[in-house]
T-cell receptor
Framework: RKEVEQDPGPFNVPEGATVAFNCTYS??????FFWYRQDCRKEPKLLMS???SGNEDGRFTAQLNRASQYISLLIRDSKLSDSATYLC??????????FGGGTRLMVKP | NAGVTQTPKFRVLKTGQSMTLLCAQD?????MYWYRQDPGMGLRLIHY???????AKGEVPDGYNVSRLKKQNFLLGLESAAPSQTSVYFC??????????????FGPGTRLTVL
């Protein structure tokens, strides 16, 4: 079993839709969590950190449920430019990140 | 700030050749990492460094060596390239402060093909 698991998708949604991605992690000692965005043939870029209380950055909302070892990312009012692969990431210890395989999002006009 | 930079951007090698990939960061980060990314495999850690003069093995270290002689630079060497090392290589860095919670910042990548 992978330490960080994501549905690979692709998620095909129309512009303006709301889409949610889920992620589960197996290491209960994981200390912090992130969502990264990766465009085709580009490097991963930090989208947002994920806090237990939930956090929002514009159209993006991240949630963490430690009891269920579950992380989510909600994107509201999807834009064409949101099309990318979204990576769920856990920091286990000592700044060592474990990456999920990614969820591909395609926003269509 | 340039952030994390990598050279070269692209390279084609023949089996058995050697090369060095250079990573540089200008954020004064303590930690640096080398990953490879292959289709269907996600990001896999090759080697990492927790400070100048230190290196450690990651998940897939075989066939690679690294050096961190200066805090801002992290070199990845392939002594005798093999076709299995065809991949995209990403360098990343992070600081060890509590505020960052360990977030890593990536360079643009090096696309390596070994024939």
């Amino acid at each position: 079993r992978k330490e960080v698991e994501q549905d690979p998708g692709p998620f095909n949604v129309p512009e303006g839709a709301t889409v949610a991605f889920n992620c589960t992690y197996s290491n209960s000692a994981s200390q912090s969590f992130f969502w990264y965005r990766q465009d085709c043939r580009k490097e991963p870029k930090l989208l947002m950190s994920v806090y237990s209380s939930g956090n929002e950055d514009g159209r993006f909302t991240a949630q963490l449920n430690r009891a269920s070892q579950y992380i989510s990312l909600l994107i509201r009012d999807s834009k064409l430019s949101d099309s990318a692969t979204y990576l769920c990431v856990a920091n286990n210890a000592g700044n060592m990140l474990t990456f999920g395989g990614g969820t591909r999002l395609m926003v269509k006009p | 700030n340039a952030g994390v930079t990598q050279t070269p951007k692209f390279r084609v090698l023949k089996t058995g050749q050697s090369m060095t990939l250079l990573c540089a960061q200008d954020m004064n980060h303590e930690y640096m990492y080398w990953y490879r990314q292959d289709p269907g495999m996600g990001l896999r850690l090759i080697h990492y460094s927790v400070g100048e003069g230190t290196t450690a093995k990651g998940e897939v270290p075989d066939g690679y060596n690294v050096s961190r002689l200066k805090k801002q630079n992290f070199l990845l060497g392939l002594e005798s390239a093999a076709p299995s090392q065809t991949s995209v290589y990403f360098c990343a860095s992070s600081d060890n402060g509590d505020s960052s919670a360990g977030a890593q910042y990536f360079g643009p990548g090096t696309r390596l093909t070994v024939l």
